[in-house]
């Protein structure tokens, strides 16, 4: 061999040797021939998050990882920037992610995902809500998986009631507007609300959804065209209105849900309509001075009854994916019973699982969790369409107007109506 | 010429390409609304579309108050504050390391930091203008049009003075200390030295710094984005703001160019006046 040996046969020896170990995991592509990696993009907590991004479920998160083989990569950004990242990423054909976080945003960047759920396993879409598909179906296809049964409802501090001499939640409209104005007193507010941010669920505009809904009102016709310029629309705002006197004036200016729940959490606000999540930092003595006060209830009813809006908080599965099967797989760990108990147990978001509401654990733990299940049984639509937040700022906008003084009810339904119809007829 | 030729094909690739896509865009009808990107070309019309949404107007009406009231507001105070620092008894480093602070501050911490001050319930101003008996209640600082436009001023005027404020000081230390003694030997007061000699000698600065002033002003967002999101009812939209929402809240890439490209313009023609006010000319010429 030594004498075959020539200064050409050297030079290529080396220039393969060289190659070989350039390339990455040359010696241990062997070992790692199954490996999958995954990207999910999530929010950051407190919103909801997935195992291994949130602190739950983190030793079955491992266990998983390792019997699948997989390695899962997150991308965690505050809740009010994930809609943007995704849009930039979506235009620009970098989407990075195999799975996403969605919320209300399906019919927007619908194109962008692959209807995974429709293939969920029975046994899984059984024991979930027939309705919690409702905002990620799109022509007939399911494009994501609702993961938290998140519904606004009714958060009030007991001990503020009690004192006022009540001894029950406002069940009406007009119970709240007479709650609102006995609690406004020693420096207190009888509500709070964000106000400040028109757009997206939880923005000024699904608060007056919520309210319309109440009056028997809808956003849209059957032609997809807005319905609203009616009398339900114009005694949603108006109800609004007439409770302001009794709101925190500093409502306007809160522009994320976290500012109003802060004052709710400080004492210094009676009521206020929040996602489930709040059940465990009002009772955590380190977030909260209200701990064992604070107990929720289904919304006042209007004339039409309760109703409530959905968070829509959902996973969904890009179409650039590489590996859309293991993906999903990810998924229904997510939704795996023992991961969505975890999730109550130890974040506060409340499971989507039908079979894990009902467990006494998480009864015990989160006893908002009836109120939510008995939410459910009156209307939550949120109304997404592909120009939600569109339509959510030009609405929530005109809220805000009414809101403080700039216009009538009347004035800025008709004014809403009238530029929620140029945006739709502009999508055409 | 070739040896700045790869630099100047970088240039290119960096500032130019974005600059003529943009413009490209505007001309075009951009959505992803239902998810796909739809592109066609509508010469014009996203620009006609600007003239009749009153949302843009309400912007353009914003950022004008914001812009003259900011370069004013900063110019003045930097000035008031350069003077002080030129004075004997101001000339520690000290005071210049305490004033750079504001301005050292990342921008998205500065409006953070200005959020919780401004906070209706908690914040601090509210709470010394309390314990000082000037308010008897605690105010909401963002919670009307024009209080929150202001507070939007206050803050970005406070984070912008102190370099405009350096700029002015070196402008000063270059005034030749002779013209102070002429003038002394003239009789002229301080006011009259202030006016006669100070004023004229660094006026090439205050332009520049008016001009550098109005184009950063045009760009404010993270101040809109953290204390207000635009509101209450749009009273805080800023054009750059306006933008950003149109583009990628509302995924609407044609018309938010359109918007880009207004700003662009503004800021073009300040920069060309900002580039013809440094440009060296011949002894004697006006500036």
């Not at chain 1, 195992?51 to 997989?70: H, L, Y």
């Not at chain 2, 520049?208 to 805080?236: E, H, K, M, N, Y």
């Not at chain 2, 750059?240 to 149109?246: H, K, T």
Request: glycine share 8%.
């Amino acid at each position: 061999m030594f004498n075959s040996l020539s200064r050409r046969n050297f030079l290529q020896a080396g220039a393969a040797a060289g190659a070989a170990a350039a390339m990455p995991g040359f010696m241990t592509r062997q070992a790692h021939a199954e490996a999958v990696a995954l990207n999910v993009f999530a929010p950051l907590p407190p919103d909801p998050a997935p195992p291994g991004a949130a602190k739950f479920s983190e030793e079955a998160f491992e266990k998983w990882k390792a019997a699948n083989a997989a390695t899962v990569e997150y991308e965690t950004l505050a809740w009010p920037q994930l809609h943007d990242r995704m849009a930039t990423a979506f235009a620009s054909g970098s989407s990075p992610w195999d799975i996403t976080y969605n919320c209300g945003w399906v019919p927007e960047f619908q194109s962008f995902l692959t209807p995974y759920a429709d293939k969920l396993p029975k046994a899984l879409v059984d024991d979930l809500p027939a309705s919690s598909f409702s905002t990620v179906t799109v022509d007939g296809k399911r494009y994501g998986t609702i993961f938290t049964l998140s519904l606004l409802t009714l958060f009030y501090n007991k001990e503020h009631l009690e004192m006022a001499g009540f001894k029950a939640p406002p069940k009406n409209w007009d119970e709240f507007k007479t709650y609102g104005k006995e609690l406004t007193r020693d420096g207190r507010h009888g509500l709070v609300l964000n106000y400040g941010d028109p757009a997206g669920i939880g923005g000024t505009a699904s608060y007056w959804m919520v309210f319309l809904q109440q009056a028997g009102g809808k956003m849209y016709g059957e032609d997809g065209l807005p319905i609203f310029k009616s009398e339900q629309g114009v005694a949603a705002l108006q109800m609004m209105v007439d409770m302001m006197p009794s709101t925190d004036p500093g409502s306007i200016s809160y522009a994320s849900i976290n500012d109003a729940t802060n004052v709710l959490l400080s004492g210094r606000a009676s009521m206020m309509m929040n996602w489930p999540f709040m059940w465990n930092a009002g009772n955590d003595p380190n977030q909260s001075q209200v701990v064992g006060k604070l107990a929720s209830a289904v919304l006042p009813a209007g004339p039409a009854g309760s109703a409530s809006i959905d968070g829509t908080d959902a996973w969904t599965i890009t179409k650039s994916s590489k590996n859309p099967e293991k993906a999903q797989q990810l998924i229904e760990f997510y939704l795996d019973a023992d991961v969505q108990k975890r999730q109550v147990l130890d974040t506060g978001w409340l499971p989507i699982r039908l079979s894990v509401l009902a467990d006494p654990e998480v009864q015990a733990k989160a006893p908002n969790a009836a109120v939510v299940l008995e939410q459910a049984k009156h209307p939550y639509d949120s109304f997404v369409t592909p120009d939600y937040n569109q339509v959510t700022v030009a609405v929530g906008t005109e809220v805000q107007k009414a809101l403080q003084g700039q216009k009538t009810a009347a004035q800025a339904i008709a004014d809403a109506h009238d530029a929620v119809t140029a945006i739709v007829k502009r999508r055409g | 010429m070739v040896f700045v030729a790869p630099a100047m094909i970088v240039l290119a690739a960096i500032l130019g390409f974005p600059i003529v896509d943009s413009i490209l865009l505007a001309l075009q009808h951009v959505q992803l609304t239902g998810g796909a990107v739809s592109q066609s070309w509508v010469g014009l019309e996203n620009f006609q579309r600007l003239f009749a949404d009153p949302v843009f107007w309400k912007a353009a009406l914003n950022t004008s108050y914001f812009s003259v009231m900011e370069v004013i507001l900063v110019t003045l105070i930097s000035l008031g504050v350069a003077l002080l620092l030129n004075h004997p008894m101001g000339k520690s480093g000290f005071f210049r390391i305490l004033l750079i602070i504001p301005w050292a501050i990342a921008p998205v911490a500065n409006a953070v930091l200005w959020k919780w001050i401004l906070n209706a319930n908690y914040g601090v101003l509210n709470g010394i203008l309390k314990s000082l008996g000037i308010i008897d209640y605690y105010q909401v600082w963002l919670g009307t049009p024009f209080s929150a436009l202001n507070f939007l001023l206050i803050v970005d005027v406070w984070k912008s003075v102190p370099f405009v404020a350096l700029l002015m000081l070196a402008g000063l230390q270059r005034v030749p200390q002779s013209l102070y003694r002429a003038a002394y030997m003239d009789g002229a007061g301080p006011l009259q030295s202030f006016l006669h000699v100070t004023l004229p000698t660094i006026r090439g600065v205050i332009a520049i710094a008016i001009v550098l002033q109005t184009i950063w002003s045009l760009r404010v967002f993270d101040l809109v984005f953290v204390l207000t999101r635009g509101g209450p009812a749009d009273a805080t939209a800023l054009l750059n703001f306006l933008a950003y929402r149109v583009t990628f809240n509302f995924l609407d890439l044609g018309y938010g160019s359109a918007i880009a490209n207004v700003i662009f313009a503004v800021t073009f023609i300040l920069a060309g006046l900002y580039v013809w006010l440094l440009w060296p000319r011949q002894p004697g010429a006006s500036r």
